[in-house]
């Protein structure tokens, strides 16, 4: 049997926003994300790997938040009050972008698809397009506008406005896109500790601390073995 045009359009809407929400995260990294002044984490919890990476998909339900792709490490150097600070004026700065996304995803999972149902593909359908072309470009006026504080080149604007426009549904992820990579560099244990509650960093200390074990049993180095032991001692006395 046989999909209508109209199934086919809401599953592509859907499939290319899901694809567009997968990434590739080394054992080491995790990712942060804030909401309304609250840190929380996530991390893959699969065996999927592709290239040695973990497969992981952003939760597709939660573009709004902006989200910070990290790294620990047991070399990792103390929490500078700098990086502390552009990470929370990168916050700042897209929390009106996160409100647009909200819309933006509104639009493309719930008023697109009921449109298409019980309208069909005509003027109607042509008025929701419309719209969420319009929101689009909105987002991306607020990010133009704010690219200096962001440090977004006019290069790196010009693909993420390509993205957006060609492929509507790559749009819902714009603040993601846009903050994944601002807290390269960060010492993402020492901020958690200090920016998230007690049990939200003593569950990223523990899945930290299952990724050391794993690293230990297939080192055969002593000195950088008793690193990553040193670090795993280190990671249990922070988490008390």
Not at 208 to 213: A, C, G, T, V
């Amino acid at each position: 049997m046989s999909l209508s045009f109209e199934a086919l359009l809401v599953l592509g809407i859907i499939g290319f926003y899901l694809y567009d929400s997968m990434m590739l995260l080394r054992y080491d990294e995790v990712v942060f994300s804030e909401s309304f002044g609250k840190w929380t984490f996530a991390h893959p919890d699969n065996n999927l790997r592709v290239r040695h990476k973990a497969l992981f998909l952003l939760n597709p339900l939660t573009p709004f938040k902006p989200t910070f792709r990290v790294a620990w490490s047991p070399n990792d150097s103390p929490l500078a009050e700098e990086s502390t600070n552009e990470l929370l004026k990168v916050v700042s700065l897209t929390r009106p972008l996160s409100i647009i996304v909200m819309l933006l995803l509104a639009e493309m999972v719930l008023v697109v698809p009921a449109v298409i149902f019980t309208r069909g593909t005509g003027p109607l359908f042509l008025g929701t397009l419309l719209a969420v072309y319009l929101t689009i470009l909105l987002a991306l006026g607020l990010v133009y506008a704010n690219r200096a504080g962001l440090a977004l080149s006019n290069k790196r604007f010009a693909g993420l406005a390509f993205d957006s426009l060609a492929c509507p549904p790559f749009a819902i992820n714009m603040l993601r896109k846009i903050t994944l990579p601002k807290a390269a560099g960060l010492n993402p244990v020492a901020y958690a500790h200090h920016h998230f509650t007690k049990e939200c960093f003593a569950d990223l200390a523990s899945k930290i601390k299952e990724r050391l074990n794993e690293e230990m049993d297939y080192e055969e180095d002593t000195e950088q073995s008793n690193a990553l032991k040193a670090y795993h001692d280190h990671l249990t006395e922070l988490a008390k």
